[in-house]
């Protein structure tokens, strides 16, 4: 059983804690605070971008109708902006653009430069070893696909052309090493910049057997 003097000491001991959940308090206070902070200072970070809401092909124009706004942080990503939305309605697409894609610069050009969608033109496509399937036969049907070197920043796989054609492939040891496809023009340039750093993926499209 307590004494007198024991149970009169359990109040002091109680009031000795109020200061500390006070102090607590006061510390979540100023934590949810400068969260709140934080999170409106990172929202005047964010950028208006364009995301496209429907399928472009590549060489096809684009149109309002396929152009959303979009706000994201700003990554250092070169977008085309929301502001630019009426410049981009008078590009067409240099590769196949799918729905929810964040529209990049690469993905838009102006049609005037010689890239007519629907004028189909031949090059030359140096291949390292696991970029194209070992039995690439020629007049298949195949698509181009950019895969990015592998860094930290990397962006995804991009499809550059969905549909080109095979017209002749060479071996060396047992993989494909040279291919001459022919694409459409409007993307030809884009995939001649990805081929000489050595990022095209060649991916047959076969009918399921």
């Known amino acids: 059983m307590l004494t007198g003097v024991a149970s009169r000491g359990l109040p002091q001991q109680a009031r ?29 970070e964010r950028i208006s971008v364009i995301r496209v809401t429907k399928k472009i092909g590549a060489g096809q124009r684009f149109d309002h109708g396929a152009l959303q706004e979009a706000r994201i942080a700003d990554g250092g990503v ?3 902006s929301w502001a630019q939305r009426d410049q981009v309605a008078a590009t067409v697409a240099t590769v196949t653009v799918l729905p929810g894609t964040l529209l990049t610069q690469p993905m838009a ?13 031949r090059m030359g496509l140096a291949l390292k070893p696991g970029q194209a399937p070992y039995d690439l036969q020629r007049g298949e049907r195949v698509q181009l ?23 002749s492939v060479s071996y060396t040891s047992g993989s494909a090493s040279q291919a001459t496809v022919v694409v459409d023009s409007a993307v030809a340039p884009v995939v001649a910049a990805h081929a000489l750093n050595g990022e095209i993926s060649i991916a047959v499209v076969r009918t399921q057997p």
Do not use: C, F
């Open 16 to 44: 000795q804690r109020r200061p500390a959940l006070a102090a607590l308090a006061v510390l979540l206070v100023l934590g949810g605070a400068l969260a709140t902070t934080l999170l409106v200072m990172r929202a005047d």
């Open 145 to 167: 696909i950019h895969v990015p070197a592998r860094r930290p920043d990397s962006e995804p796989p991009t499809l550059l052309a969905e549909e080109a054609v095979v017209e």
């Open 78 to 80: 070169t977008y085309w």
């Open 109 to 121: 050009a102006a049609n005037g430069t010689g890239a007519i969608s629907g004028k189909s033109v």
